[in-house]
T-cell receptor, first 113, second 109 residues
Framework: NAGVTQTPKFRILKIGQSMTLQCAQD?????MYWYRQDPGMGLKLIYY???????DKGEVPNGYNVSRSTTEDFPLRLELAAPSQTSVYFC????????????FGPGTRLTVT | EDKVVQSPLSLVVHEGDTVTLNCSYE??????LLWYKQEKKAPTFLFML????IEKKSGRLSSILDKKELFSILNITATQTGDSAVYLC?????????FGTGTRLQVFP
């Protein structure tokens, strides 16, 4: 099992550009999540999904979009990138068990200049 | 509003010291409390606690939950330089984890 994979590892965007951060998991987990982590801060939830076709906003959804067409994939779309979106982005997944232990991908470091 | 608060924000100790990290929470629909360790990459899972008073142990690390007083502690005994990391506390609320900002632990030889 690869677990949770994310691509790319690093990306530099210019202001106003768009991109998609890819996330895939091979553990057959129903739940998937996108977080951002700014320097010295905890993780903030952007969007999450409880199953294919179902997505919901987290704490900081503005400027982002998601889709969940399959159980395995949960891409995060940034439209019109802004410097405030410079951050490390983590994707995570969990099974719908009590407690919801989440397994994290390696992260994508995004810089918007 | 749901919140998770960790203290201290940072801690500097010498190898061999024992440390206690604190996590308090106010969360509706509590399901569990989780501890993660984060070095310069993704968080890695340490413990999940769902019941009060039952200590979880893994080597030199242990953790306990108090659901009445709404807090948890993470203890690390005989610290080593490899314990240097940010320790994140998160509380599971229905479908989501709510994270604290973490405690940065630095262990010097």
């Amino acid at each position: 099992n690869a677990g949770v994979t994310q691509t790319p590892k690093f990306r530099i965007l210019k202001i106003g550009q768009s991109m998609t951060l890819q996330c895939a998991q091979d553990m057959n987990h129903n739940y998937m999540y996108w977080y951002r982590q700014d320097p010295g801060m905890g993780l903030k939830l952007i969007y999450y999904s409880v199953g294919a076709g179902i997505t919901d906003k987290g704490e900081v959804p503005n400027g982002y979009n998601v889709s969940r067409s399959t159980t395995e994939d949960f891409p995060l779309r940034l439209e019109l990138a802004a410097p405030s979106q410079t951050s490390v982005y983590f994707c995570a997944s969990s099974a719908p068990a009590v407690g919801r232990e989440q397994y994290f991908g390696p992260g994508t470091r995004l810089t918007v200049t | 509003e749901d919140k998770v608060v960790q203290s201290p924000l940072s801690l500097v100790v010498h190898e061999g010291d024992t440390v206690t990290l604190n996590c308090s929470y106010e969360v509706t629909n509590f399901r569990s409390l989780l501890w993660y360790k984060q070095e310069k990459k993704a968080p890695t899972f340490l413990f999940m606690l769902t019941s009060s008073g039952i200590e979880k142990k893994s080597g030199r690390l242990s953790s306990i939950l108090d659901k009445k007083e709404l807090f948890s502690i993470l203890n690390i005994t005989a610290t080593q330089t490899g314990d240097s990391a940010v320790y994140l506390c998160a509380v599971c609320n229905t479908d989501k984890l709510i994270f604290g900002t973490g405690t940065r632990l630095q262990v010097f030889p």
